[in-house]
């Protein structure tokens, strides 16, 4: 079958796929009339090389393996699931409404508490469009994308109604009580005797709980009956069908799990930095999990690994809007390409590869 | 709510209804050739950047329309290659062109003007103005007329040619896609391409076309957002109407001239929403509707799956909480007091209704039955 060995398949692919991205936008910053070089200076500069950078870095790498992984277990069952930035806002709900109106006594049951309201809202915004495509065969593609709007609107509603205290003007809800404030990487570094690392840097304990749902994703995936009947369906329906899987389950289950995931990137972003739910929290973090999971080829290691890398090209990015004329923009650009080399146009990475290798055996 | 008022909201509704009506269309001939098309948003975006970026230095709105239909032809282009000649995933082609147009018209715009991702303010050439038609009274006596001369002086006179355009559209689109030849084929190429592939046709060809069509009417739409409805481009202008397009165009079953009707209705809403701050309805009204309405979900899951008792009885449920939750705030003032109807309501009453639509509980929209199959020829 595979004319390519598997890990010209996995690595290959991406890699090139990124460094095609790569170029196209060195090009539009000389057209800009910047130096790409200078300007990938600057991204290392302001991320790698100080702690502080790392500390923004690895925020944005947790919201993305949220929303990464969540695509990803979608895309194993052959679903698209677009509606990740409304499952995050519903799921910013959930910890709004846990973290506000339960008195926790400290974080550490806070952030369980946190993460059950945000997986359930999440799953149930994921859960009415997977029951539309298994029970009435509307699209979830287009019910996921109404979803989203959807969603804003229900935000906003709480947002400017019943969640706002009295006498505020923000959109946003109360402060959340200290007891829910998760530990900052710079208060975790403090712990340690490491005084000023990461400092007011953004990044909290929950970059673990992306670690740990990384590998129960795995877990789930290769290791679980469930699994198993999930990449059944997503590789061929009428088979899965045959072999006594039915497509209602699998469409319900796999969406709601994408949907908890995709929600529970808010503890992240409500209850670890903002500290009170906000309008616009999720910052498009819901459709970078497109780039991410298609750029990790699903698999939660692939999901790590890019999230990290558009943490870097997000809090690069930042840099870059600080200290040059190129705007912050410029990421979202690069991020396209990464989707268009390595979701729509893979035949042209593929294809010439393909011929590559093939050529490669024939002289052997 | 007299007569008059009622004519501006109208008049509104056709004006915001126009980019969403060209861009419907526009979704119509690609998705009925069989590609689906979830970036007409980018596609609305660029060509709304370059028409105003052109017709700003230019001065001429017709070098900026070109030019705007020139931005969402390349889109277009991009979109064709990658879902048809490469046969990769439309739907993800259609998310990375929404995130091009959506970085690279705020890194170009930075670029040439400087003034954070917005164009200089169009000038009187630069822009497409109101066309008054014969026999129209002017603004100033609007309200002495009478209300014929009212109906035609400011719900049909007064818009900018790109209005007239877009509704000329429709009877054109109904005709090209019935009454042609081209027209049946592209449908066919929709529905079954290897029957029209068997017949000599070239698949491709038609379905190029078709994606071809579809970005010069989202150029249209485009340069119409930011030379006749504004006057200029801001960042992230097109604010989801490529969406709204999207769901008008499933609202209306993939037909031309539900697509009108689609359009001005979702149109009508967002008028509703400018013009209005604060719509009233009493208490027992509200909290019937929504009663009746979780009732109706109940009795219609008594006989089905467990499945469809959880999902819908629930959803039941919350409708019948939140009626609850009105009659009992409202109980200290009367049932007869008036309750504000959310803003946010009838802003996500198209995608509600779209979803509704989708679900087949009203009238079933069944796309093209090739729609987002690459066509793979036969050896």
């Known amino acids: 079958m595979g004319v390519m060995p598997k890990w010209a398949d996995v690595v290959l692919v991406p890699l090139i796929s990124l460094i095609i991205a790569a170029l196209l936008s060195a090009l539009l910053i000389l057209a800009i009339g910047e130096s790409p070089i200078a300007a990938l200076k600057l991204m290392i500069e302001g991320t790698l090389l100080r702690s502080s950078g790392w500390g923004y870095m690895l925020y944005y790498t947790t919201n993305f393996i949220f929303t990464g992984l969540a695509v990803s277990v979608a895309f194993h069952a052959a679903l698209f699931n677009i509606g990740g930035e409304g499952q995050a806002m519903m799921g910013g709900l959930g910890v709004a409404l846990v973290c506000l109106f339960i008195p926790w006594p400290h974080w550490t049951f806070a952030i369980i508490g946190a993460s059950l309201g945000a997986a359930f809202f999440g799953m149930i915004w994921a859960g009415l469009p997977a029951y539309l495509q298994a029970k009435r065969g509307s699209h979830i593609v287009i019910t996921t994308i109404m979803f989203n709007f959807i969603a804003a609107g229900v935000l906003n509603f709480f947002l400017v109604g019943a969640l706002k205290p009295k006498g505020s003007m923000d959109p946003a809800t109360a402060n959340f009580p200290a007891a829910t404030h998760l530990p900052t990487f710079e208060d975790m570094a403090g712990l340690l005797g490491l005084e000023k690392m990461f400092r007011a840097a953004p990044a909290n304990v929950s970059f673990f709980l992306a670690l740990v749902a990384c590998v129960l994703v795995w877990f789930l995936i290769w290791r679980t009956p469930l699994g198993y009947e999930i990449r059944a369906m997503g590789k061929s329906e009428p088979a899965a069908r045959y072999a006594g899987i039915g497509s209602v389950k699998i469409i319900m289950v796999a969406m709601m799990i994408s949907g908890a995931l995709s929600g529970m990137m808010a503890i992240n972003t409500t209850q670890g930095e903002s500290e009170r739910l906000i309008l616009n929290f999720t910052e498009g973090a819901g459709f970078i999990g497109i780039a991410v ?56 990475v593929r294809g010439p590869l393909e011929r590559l290798f093939l050529s490669l055996r024939r002289r052997r | ?369 090739s729609g987002g199959v690459a066509y793979v020829k036969e050896k």
Not at chain 2, 229 to 235: I, N, S
Not at chain 2, 347 to 369: C, D, E, M
């Open chain 2, 1 to 369: 709510m007299d007569f008059l008022t009622l004519l501006q909201v109208l008049d509104s509704s056709l004006r915001l209804a126009t980019p969403l009506l060209l861009a419907c269309l526009a979704g119509l001939f690609s998705e009925r050739a069989g590609i689906f098309d979830i970036g007409l948003e980018g596609k609305m975006l660029a060509a709304a950047f370059l028409s105003a970026a052109i017709a700003a230095t230019t001065g001429s709105v017709w070098l900026g329309l070109l030019a705007g239909v020139g931005a969402a032809l390349l889109l277009s282009a991009i979109h064709g290659l990658a879902s048809i000649t490469l046969r990769g995933d439309q739907i993800i082609s259609g998310v990375a062109i929404n995130f091009l147009a959506a970085g690279l018209t705020v890194v170009i715009s930075q670029d040439w003007f400087g003034q954070g991702g917005r164009t200089p303010p169009l000038l009187a050439g630069g822009r497409f103005e109101p066309l008054d038609l014969p026999g129209a009274v002017p603004a100033k006596e609007i309200s002495e007329a009478g209300p014929f001369r009212q109906l035609y002086s400011e719900l049909l006179s007064g818009h900018s040619l790109l209005v007239y355009v877009a509704l000329l559209m429709v009877p054109v689109t109904w005709f090209v896609l019935y009454k042609t030849r081209f027209g049946l084929r592209l449908r066919a190429v929709g529905e079954n391409p290897a029957a029209v592939d068997t017949a000599g046709i070239s698949v491709v060809g038609l379905r190029y076309a078709a994606v071809g069509i579809c970005g010069v009417l989202c150029g249209i739409a485009g340069a119409y957002m930011a030379t006749a409805l504004q006057a200029g481009f801001v960042k992230d202008m097109s604010a989801g109407r490529g969406f709204i397009a999207l769901a008008a165009l499933i609202f209306a079953k993939w037909r031309p001239w539900y697509a009108l009707g689609a359009c001005l209705l979702f149109g009508f809403f967002f008028a509703v929403d400018n013009r209005f701050q604060n719509i009233l309805l009493p208490a027992w009204a509200m909290s019937g509707v929504l009663f009746a309405l979780g009732l109706g979900l109940f009795a219609y899951v008594r006989h089905k799956t467990l499945l469809d008792r959880i999902v819908l009885g629930g959803l039941g449920l919350g409708l019948a909480i939140v009626a609850a939750l009105i009659t009992l705030s409202s109980l200290s003032a009367g049932l007869g007091s008036m309750i504000k109807i959310p803003v946010v309501f009838i802003q996500s009453l198209p995608y509600v209704l779209t979803v509704v639509v989708l679900a087949g509980f009203v009238g079933k929209a069944i796309p093209p039955r």
């Open chain 1, 293 to 348: 999971a298609l750029m990790g080829r699903s698999h939660p290691l692939g999901v790590f690994l890019a999230a990290l890398l558009f943490g870097f090209l997000y809090q690069g990015g930042a840099e870059l809007a600080l200290w040059t004329k190129i705007p912050r923009e410029l990421i979202v650009v690069i991020q396209a390409l990464v989707i268009l080399f390595t979701g729509a146009l893979t035949l042209m």
